[in-house]
């Protein structure tokens, strides 16, 4: 079965770093675009950024553009989130997603930025 499971989310200061981490299995991660999502408190989900199957096609949201960073270890099967200059409004339940952004996804790690 597709399994996916978050990991790196954490309370931090405005301003700061975190590193996300997705360990994935149960399907072949080589051959899948990923997807990292985010769900705010109270809000809707929200896409944050795509990477292709070989990480050679990526794509953010522009409310993360310049500060996020997605990436892949397909020997590893894990997908990976550079988050810089992190803001208040970045605050929310992170979870990775297989395919599309509406796909199967992990529970998520919780990520709360404070000022």
């Known amino acids: 079965a597709v399994q996916l499971v978050e990991s790196g989310g954490g309370v931090v200061q405005a301003g700061g770093s975190l590193k996300l981490s997705c360990a994935a299995s149960?399907?072949?991660?080589?051959?899948?675009?990923m997807q990292w999502v985010r769900q705010p408190p109270g809000k809707e989900l929200e896409w944050v950024a795509t990477?292709?199957?070989?990480?050679?096609?990526?794509y953010y949201d522009d409310s993360v553009d310049g500060r996020f960073t997605v990436s892949r270890d397909n020997t590893k099967n894990m997908l990976y989130l550079q988050m810089n200059n992190l803001k208040t409004e970045d605050t929310a339940m992170y979870h990775c997603?297989?395919?599309?952004?509406?796909?199967?996804r992990g529970p998520g790690t919780q990520v709360t930025v404070i000022r």
């Open positions: 997603a297989k395919d599309s952004w509406r796909g199967v």
């Open positions: 149960g399907f072949d991660f080589s051959d899948h675009a």
């Open positions: 990477i292709s199957v070989r990480g050679g096609n990526i």
